[in-house]
Structure formats: C-alpha cells, structure tokens
C-alpha cells in the first residue's frame, strides 16, 4: 500500500488540508473581488433610464418621428471653461423654448452637474469646468410647438 502522503523531496509532505486551505484561499480571493466590484458598480449606477420600459417602448416610434420632424442637429463642444451647444436646423441656429440639460460621466453620477445654458445667438453655452475624457451631456428640449426632444450628446474633452 502506498503512503497517501506526497513527498517532494524537501521534508515537506502535501496533506489533505494544505490543499482544501488552496482551494478555500483561492475561491475566498476570487469571491471577495466579485464582491468588491458588484458593490462599486451598484454603487455608482446612475439609476433607471424610464420607469416603466414597456410603455416606453410603446411611445418610442412616435417620439423619434416627431423629433426627427424638427430635422434639428445637436453638436456639443468645451472650450475656455463653457459648455457649447448648438441646436441647429437647415435654416440655421434654433432658439428653444426651455432647455434642460445635465453634463455628466457615462459611467457615474458623482460629477452630475446641471448647467443653465443661455442662448448668445448662435449656441447655447454655460460655464462647467470638466476634466479630460468622455462626457454625456443628457438634454432635454422643447421646441417652440411644443414637441419634447430628448437626447444623449457625447463630449470629447481633450487634455
């Protein structure tokens, strides 16, 4: 009958519990970062897009035939400490009855900001300091015959 024990020529004898204390060590690593992470991306979730996604869905055709209606162009930009926002049709520059807008990081919600944009005759414009990176600016806008605009403007800002 052979020795259950394993010797590895050192002295040293591999038992039953060296390995289950690998295995607990191991899967204990890999459970506690699964942890770690599950609970920073719950953490910084910026929350539910609609309420109810069914009849959001519903609504959605009717919405982006109205909006594409306007035939309006959204272009974003940051420059000197100010936030650009140009809201434009064939005919040029289009000034909205509210703009409501919030600038912020695709991935959290700890550098939301929601600017008051005025109008100078071309742009829309606020003053935001942003860091380098990846910005959504997530606007809402209504026009002049009351059609509701909704969209998710990206925003390089380069170093």
Do not use: C
């Not at 039953?16 to 699964?34: D, E, K, P, S, Y």
């Not at 959504?136 to 990206?154: L, S, Y």
């Amino acid at each position: 009958m052979t020795d259950p024990n394993i010797e590895t020529g050192t002295g040293f004898r591999l038992k039953g519990w060296h390995v289950l204390a690998g295995f607990v060590g191991a899967f204990g690593i890999i459970i506690a970062v699964n942890l770690v992470m599950a609970t920073q991306a719950i953490r910084t979730f910026p929350g539910l897009e609609v309420k109810n996604s069914y009849v959001a869905s519903q609504e959605f055709n009717t919405r982006l035939q109205a909006q594409e209606a306007l035939g309006w162009d959204i272009y974003a930009d940051w420059r000197d400490g100010m936030v650009h926002l140009s809201i434009t049709d064939d005919s040029g520059p289009v000034r909205v009855k509210h703009l409501q807008a919030i600038v912020g990081r695709a991935t959290q919600k700890a550098d939301d900001v929601e600017p008051v944009f005025a109008f100078n005759g071309t742009t829309y414009e606020a003053p935001v300091e942003l860091g380098p990176g990846n910005w959504n600016i997530r606007m809402t806008a209504i026009a002049e015959d009351g059609t509701e605009f909704i969209q998710r403007v990206i925003l390089h800002v380069k170093s």
